[in-house]
């Protein structure tokens, strides 16, 4: 189990933190992504600060368990957001948002599993 929940929670903390970094550099497809939306390009930088805030605190639950699962907890709800903001403009893009979501679905799974608060 402990090989399982190093695995999830890494990989899930990895993809967080790439996309943390296309945010912050100040790429272009955040920022089309953004204005699809109809999300203010201001917020992009804030954005990118919660999922980087969100992948260092999956990786600071391995020291501090419950940070670990409050941060999983907050990615899952911002992928959900991410989702409806999609559908809410009828995009069909929504396949890199689902596999964001499953990944930190599954951190915070393995982790209330791991630490017996499932």
Known sequence: MFATYVTVTVVASVFTA???VTYLIGHEYPKTQA???GVPRAWVPRLGMCLAAGSLGLLAGFAV????NLAAIGLVLYFVGAIAAHLRVRSR???GGIVFL???VGALVV???YHGWA
């Open 35 to 37: 204005d699809m939306k």
């Open 18 to 20: 790439i996309a943390a």
């Open 65 to 68: 368990p419950l940070l670990g």
């Open 102 to 104: 499953v990944t930190a």
């Open 93 to 95: 893009e929504i396949v």
């Open 111 to 113: 982790n209330l599993n």
